[in-house]
């Protein structure tokens, strides 16, 4: 498993040359949420479509 900081490397080597830290900062927040949602996933955490629907009709108010 990668550390943190080799991740980052990574993705630094992905992006252009001109990327802004705007850009950075925004494509390291996307990495961050996609691996917390897979561990959400491999953990169990997870909703049904069912659910969901429940869950947006409440919020939605139908």
């Known amino acids: 498993m990668s550390t943190a900081k080799e991740e980052v490397r990574k993705l630094l080597e992905q992006l252009p040359d001109d990327a802004s830290f ?9 990495q961050e949420k996609i691996e917390h949602g897979l561990r ?7 909703l049904s479509q069912d659910e969901v629907e ?3 009709t409440k919020w939605l108010g139908r």
Do not use: L, S
């Open 54 to 56: 429940q869950r947006m």
């Open 40 to 46: 959400d996933v491999k953990e169990g955490r997870v």
């Open 22 to 30: 705007e850009d950075i900062q925004y494509h390291i927040y996307v």
